[in-house]
């Protein structure tokens, strides 16, 4: 039995402000996006095999940085929106349905990003009763009806539940449920377990969590990101690097081809500033060095390109739940000059660590002449790295 989770994402999110991030989904809450944490729960459940997201025509590139230190191999390619949640749940129903349909579908609100894995496998669970399943938490407020902002009733609470996410059905059923409503214009309903229950669906309550928020507002993301960011501890670790010069004329520092009148020699592109980075995030996990993982003894990293290993640092760090906060890197050369090519070495350092350029500190200096760097025999980096991780593994 194949299962697929949809994780609705082309929402607008206009009521929280996230300073220029766009919409809500991709605004940052501990160091990630909204939606990437919302797709990292489902994508790492055992029982889910695909995971897709639908996005909005306008946030595609928006998408990909959102994701591009994921690397998950059930996250199948996007489905573009329609104007309304219900026609892009819709629209990521028929992409699913496209090709090697699952039998299952959970429908998920990107704007949930603390569901957890316990609620995933109970709505799956009952699946197997019934056509349909939701998320809910039981009302334990006093329920009041007001008009004119006058009290005029009090609602008894006994057997009203708020509807959650994730939202579980067959997909076949809920795919003619979807298309059916769709053809007779009704686009009023606010969630897939109403459009169930229209269709004669019977949809099973399934008790969620109270952590599974649902983040609306600016306070909201605020909030998160305060508790996701507390529950944090820092760790540092420091990294260094040389490399000998020979015959060339460009060096690779930073991840940047600089023109040179030497290359460095390595076994890979020598790049000294991405290996004494990628030393410094390792060190920080306590995870080996650069030489334990991709060992020159082996042929495969012949000539590789040094962000390779980087991406695979910062992955290591993201699998444990942590974050980086900020790198300080210096270079030890009588040249090439490093500063005019400083910003292209944030940029793409930022790019693969997911910060931006204020927390990536780029410095060369010389050594006045003295030593192998004075000699011009070669390049040294140092780096430091201050990453964040959950504290019940520190």
């Known amino acids: 039995m194949r299962i697929a989770a949809l994780i609705v994402a082309a929402g607008r999110g206009t009521r929280a402000a996230n300073q220029g991030a766009g919409p809500k989904q ?119 009806r007001a008009a004119d902002g006058i009290v005029t009733d009090t609602i008894a609470r006994d057997g ?23 053809e007779q214009g009704i686009d009023t309903f606010t969630d897939d377990a109403a459009i169930a229950e229209w269709a004669g669906l019977d949809v099973a309550i399934v008790e969620d969590l109270s952590s599974n928020i649902k983040i609306t507002t600016a306070e909201d993301l605020d909030v998160a990101d305060r508790q996701l960011t507390s529950a944090l501890e820092p760790r540092i670790g420091s990294g260094f690097d040389v490399h000998r010069f020979c015959e060339g004329d460009h060096v690779w520092l930073g991840g940047i081809k600089i023109p040179h009148t030497h290359k460095l020699e390595g076994h890979s592109d020598a790049d000294v500033v991405l290996h004494a980075l990628t030393d410094a995030l390792l060190g920080a996990i306590g995870d080996g060095d650069i030489g334990q993982h991709f060992p020159p003894s082996d042929p495969k990293w012949k000539g590789a390109a040094s962000k390779l290993f980087l991406e695979d640092a910062v992955r290591r760090v993201r699998d444990l739940g942590g974050r980086v906060g900020n790198v300080d890197i210096t270079v030890l050369a009588e040249a090439p000059r490093v500063g005019p090519h400083r910003p292209a070495m944030q940029e793409l350092i930022g790019g ?43």
């Open 26 to 144: 991709y605004a940052q809450i501990g160091g990630k996006s909204v939606l990437e944490r919302a797709i990292a729960i489902f994508a790492g459940h055992a029982e889910i095999d695909e995971v897709k997201a639908v996005i909005h025509a306008d946030d595609r590139e928006l998408y990909q940085l959102a994701l591009s230190a994921g690397g998950w191999a059930k996250l199948s390619a996007p489905a573009i929106g329609g104007p309304t949640r219900q026609a892009s749940v819709l629209r990521g129903l028929e992409a699913l349905a496209s090709s090697s349909p699952p039998d299952l579908v959970l429908i998920h609100d990107a704007a949930r990003p603390f569901v957890s894995g316990k609620t995933i496998s109970n709505v799956i669970g009952a699946l197997g009763e019934r056509p349909g399943a939701l998320a809910a938490l039981a009302v334990t407020d006093t329920l009041k």
């Open 352 to 394: 693969v660590l997911g910060l931006p350029a204020h927390r990536i500190g780029i410095k060369a200096t010389t050594t006045e002449q003295m030593g192998f760097t004075g000699r011009r025999e070669g390049i040294a980096a140092m780096a430091t790295a201050m990453v964040f991780l959950p504290a019940e593994i520190t």
């Open 160 to 182: 009203l539940w708020r509807a959650q996410t994730p939202q579980g059905f067959h997909l076949e059923p809920i795919l003619i449920a979807h298309r059916k409503a769709a």
